[in-house]
């Protein structure tokens, strides 16, 4: 199930990390990554996962305009 698959990742170590930087913002990719209960292993034709855990290259590729765009203003609004 989704649920688990998120608890089993990085993701809660990460946000308890990110939480404490008051400074740090949280993008998450996770609705992008899996989006369906249960999370699929291919989407429009394109693996996701390698060695079980890791994201492969290709769909890492097609995360990055979705990133660029919540990226974006966060760069625009922090200070040179």
């Known amino acids: 199930p ?3 698959a998120i608890q ?3 993701a809660p170590i990460q ?3 990110a939480a404490q930087v008051p ?3 949280v993008i998450d990719l996770t609705p992008d990554i899996c989006a369906e209960d249960p999370c699929h292993a291919v989407v429009d034709n394109t693996l996701l996962y390698r ?3 890791h994201l ?3 769909f890492v590729r097609k ?3 979705r990133l660029t765009t919540l990226l974006e ?6 200070p040179p």
Do not use: M
Not at 73 to 78: D, E, I, R
């Open 15 to 17: 946000l308890a990390a």
């Open 63 to 65: 995360l990055t305009p």
């Open 73 to 78: 203003p966060l760069l625009a609004a922090k």
């Open 8 to 10: 089993n990742s990085g």
């Open 56 to 58: 492969t290259d290709t």
């Open 2 to 4: 989704r649920a688990a």
């Open 23 to 25: 400074s740090a913002t």
């Open 51 to 53: 060695q079980r855990a």
